[in-house]
């Protein structure tokens, strides 16, 4: 069975917040068959929840891509111990990857926002 | 004068978050001219320190773009204190644009670097 890319917010109690997640992941689970997005607390489905239903529809291996722009205490320390967990829980394989604002395509698609709308003097 | 960019940060005491975001500002500073990255807190220069530098050499208007992937609390009510406080200490004008996150070249960037780099199964 193939790897599963599960996108994984932080998460709020707050609707408008989910929903910029939930627009930013938007264009990755059109483009990547298969792919979830998942909160670490606060927000549903979670993390957990999104596992424990690929493990049941047989996938064993999960790539978990950070919507985050840098590591902070979360992804060096709890998003481990958690992933930690569901892998003996739900007897899979997971990889965390680095948090998105590690990947140059951000900073460049933060250029590309700024030239065109956000800015008002483009020197 | 023209208008000065300004990308925000939180901060953080921890050098490699830092630098994460400066390397995530950089296709931008490169980009717009007069540009300059600052922070909310925690590391340097701060906010106060750019408008306070920005407004000696001339500045009168500023575009705050913020470094963030959605509004929590400190897009919704910190930074917002924070503007109308320096707008009234250095005598000039603020906008505070909406989270970078909410801009579509992110969502369409996460994607790109899901499919190129992050993903092991692009569907």
């Not at 627009?23 to 549903?44: H, R």
């Not at 424990?52 to 590591?71: C, H, N, R």
């Not at 205490?73 to 590690?102: C, F, W, Y």
Request: net charge negative; aromatic share 4%; with cysteine.
């Amino acid at each position: 069975m193939s790897n599963r890319i599960i996108l994984l917010a932080h998460g709020s109690s707050d609707k408008h917040w989910c929903q910029t997640f939930e627009k930013l992941a938007q264009p990755t689970l059109d483009a990547v068959s298969g792919s979830k997005i998942a909160y670490m607390e606060l927000a549903s489905p979670s993390l957990d929840d999104v596992i424990a239903e690929g493990a049941s529809a047989g996938f064993t291996s999960f790539t978990i891509v950070p919507l985050f722009l840098a590591a902070g205490r979360h992804l060096r320390k709890d998003v481990p111990a958690m992933v930690r967990d569901l892998e003996s829980t739900h007897n899979v394989e997971i990889q965390l990857a680095p948090p998105i604002g590690e990947s140059p395509e951000i900073g460049n698609a933060i250029r590309d926002a700024v030239v065109s709308h956000l800015g008002t003097d483009t020197g």
